[in-house]
């Protein structure tokens, strides 16, 4: 798996938010996006995997183009602001009808990917009874039922006591191992240095090189 991002532009509102992006991008590899809010990380997420449009640019994925051979990227897992899951409906239904979309995972599957990210599958309460930090794990859970080729992750720890922190570093690292090509915008200085190889600096809409996990 890989993403090449050749130099994509989007303006909101006659605000330039991303400018003139490139990036390289392969499996097997986490890479992290640190800047302050508003500096462009959600919307970087947004103009790549597919769920915003560009005006300028190009995102390829293993040879494909975004939005001439496909509407969003194939195999995509994403937890972002405002997940859109069902607030009357349990953590385990919610799963169960996205999982529908695709066909791909079984409701047993569900069952241990809500298990791994620390919850409990039969638990009865509706999604809008969750805490907040049950709230951000079975959105995680939902990133991660599918087993995508790419993971984009936008503050995965945030709302997290130090337990789920760990767990939710130690599913990265396992979906990294498994081959994903991972994106982890965040925060907390600790995701970043223990979980990203290559680190990328997001100021007003442009993406800078940081440094790779080998030379900190």
Do not use: W
């Not at 975004?66 to 937890?79: E, T």
């Not at 993971?151 to 979906?175: A, F, K, Y």
């Amino acid at each position: 798996m890989n993403i090449t991002v050749n130099h994509i532009n989007k303006n909101l509102k006659g605000r330039k938010i991303l400018e003139d992006v490139c990036l390289e991008m392969q499996g097997g590899t986490v890479y992290g996006f640190v800047g302050k809010n508003g500096s462009g990380k959600t919307m970087l997420f947004r103009a790549i995997s597919g769920l915003m449009p560009i005006d300028s640019g190009s995102v390829i994925c293993n040879g494909k183009q975004l939005r001439k051979d496909m509407k969003i990227l194939p195999n995509l897992g994403i937890q972002i602001e405002n997940a859109g899951l069902y607030p009357e409906l349990t953590g385990f239904h919610n799963l169960q009808l996205l999982a529908k979309l695709n066909n791909k995972v079984s409701d047993e599957q569900i069952r241990d990917v809500i298990r791994k990210v620390g919850l409990d599958s039969s638990d009865k309460r509706p999604y809008r009874k969750y805490s907040l930090g049950m709230k951000q794990r079975i959105v995680l859970a939902q990133a991660l039922m599918e087993k995508p080729d790419i993971l984009m992750l936008d503050e995965p720890t945030n709302t997290l006591d130090e337990d789920g922190i760990n767990d939710i570093r130690n599913l990265i690292l396992e979906e990294k191992r498994r081959g994903a090509l991972i994106m982890i915008a965040s925060h907390n200085k600790e995701d970043i240095h223990l979980l990203a190889d290559i680190v990328y600096q997001i100021k007003e809409g442009c993406v800078l090189r940081g440094r790779s996990e080998d030379e900190n």
